[in-house]
């Protein structure tokens, strides 16, 4: 897939055309669910589930037949990679004409955790459906879109700095840039794009912006899920490796060091 069209193309679907998926779509997701990694060498598993055999819904989806669940052990940054691998598949199920959209809350969530199977030191932080967006969407959805500004994006001098976060980033070249527009394009909780990045040479340190009412025992740190998402958007564009080290930068009050991916 061109993953930086699908990226740019992919939007989050709350309506579904009441399709259940093709065989084929089911047997491409289930070969390239092992196939997914992430930087941080924490397993997050995947599961399929059939809504009408768990019963499953959310008051927010309609026209739904399947949903996938990820389950990952509670461990140091089991966020940053759920969201990362999440990401992942969203990505690759947009490519074959598949529609998601991340749920935390909007949702019952004792009920997915039993049909995932989940694990006494496991958390399922997010799940989604899986289907074929449907033609128009409902109202439900357009007043949602509408009230998080779904489309709409932060500028890069709000989310990208140099050296330091008193200096917004400068100029860089197209490449660079194709990655930095595709973590602008990232999706996140209630559409907070809660990352910043501080590049200091060929070295750029991820952080996240927090705001209140984002963390809990059973979803995590949903800001930190985010920050996963932005990491998969741009080391799919680049050639960048990633470590956990503080460089000691100056932070403003409520933000915090993530990890740094070094081109």
């Not at 990952?72 to 598949?89: I, K, M, N, Q």
């Not at 917004?168 to 809660?194: F, G, H, T, W, Y």
């Not at 705001?211 to 930190?224: I, M, N, Y």
Request: aromatic content about 10%.
């Amino acid at each position: 897939m061109d993953i930086s069209e699908t990226i740019k193309t992919r939007r989050s679907v709350r309506t579904f055309d009441d399709t259940p998926l093709s065989e084929d779509h089911i047997g491409q997701l289930k070969r390239f669910i092992p196939t997914i990694t992430n930087p941080y060498n924490i397993p997050v598993e995947f599961v399929l589930l059939e809504k009408d055999k768990y019963g499953l819904s959310s008051p927010v989806i309609s026209g739904e037949h399947m949903y996938v669940a990820a389950k990952v052990r509670t461990v140091p940054h089991s966020e940053e990679a759920f969201g990362y691998a999440f990401e992942h598949l969203v990505l690759f199920a947009w490519s074959l004409g598949i529609g998601t959209t991340w749920i935390g809350g909007t949702f019952k969530r004792e009920l997915f955790e039993t049909a995932a199977g989940l694990g006494t030191d496991e958390r399922m932080y997010c799940a989604s459906p899986l289907g074929y967006p449907a033609k128009k969407m409902s109202v439900k959805e357009i007043t949602m879109r509408t009230a998080i500004q779904a489309d709409k994006r932060r500028p890069v001098p709000e989310l990208f700095f140099e050296n330091s976060f008193s200096e917004p980033l400068k100029e860089c070249d197209s490449e660079l840039m194709k990655a930095i527009e595709a973590v602008r394009l990232a999706p996140s909780a209630v559409n907070k794009q809660p990352w910043r990045v501080v590049k200091c040479g060929n070295a750029f340190h991820f952080y996240v912006k927090h705001s209140r009412g984002f963390t809990g025992d059973r979803t995590g740190d949903l800001q930190k899920i985010d920050a996963g998402i932005a990491l998969n958007h741009f080391m799919l564009l680049t050639d960048g490796s990633l470590t956990v080290q503080d460089p000691g930068i100056s932070a403003p009050d409520g933000t915090e060091y993530v990890a740094t991916v070094t081109l």
